[in-house]
Nanobody
């Protein structure tokens, strides 16, 4: 079994900051990529940022320069530092991990954490 648990969401004013965390637990041999996706009401889930095991990163154009993804391999944890938040960043943020389990890499998702940017 592999589980992802996100934390760190909440309500913040425009221009503020939040830091999301995602911990992967269970029978883990290795984790290739981790990432953050988000889904706003009435919209499709979209990629926010990803980071591979050798720390190559990729960001959506809408968050470049404002968000930073990082990873602690020893703790099986990924972080998303979000600065200069805008109302359009409001969404449920989901953690994703590509984990080696039971003989293959498989995709796992967290339950999501709400981020609301509003004055």
């Amino acid at each position: 079994q592999v589980q992802l648990v996100e934390s760190g969401g909440g309500l913040v004013q425009p221009g503020g900051s939040l830091r999301l965390s995602c911990v992967v637990s269970g029978s883990i041999f290795s984790i290739y990529a981790m990432g953050w996706y988000r889904q706003a009401p009435g919209k499709q889930r979209e990629l926010v940022a990803t980071i591979t095991s050798d720390t190559n990163t990729n960001y959506a154009d809408s968050v470049k320069g404002r968000f930073t993804i990082s990873r602690d391999h020893a703790k099986n944890t990924a972080y998303l530092q979000m600065n200069s938040l805008k109302p359009e960043d409001t969404a449920v943020y989901y953690c994703h991990a590509n984990v080696w389990y039971s003989g293959s890499y498989n995709d796992y998702w967290g339950q999501g954490t709400q981020v609301t940017v509003s004055s």
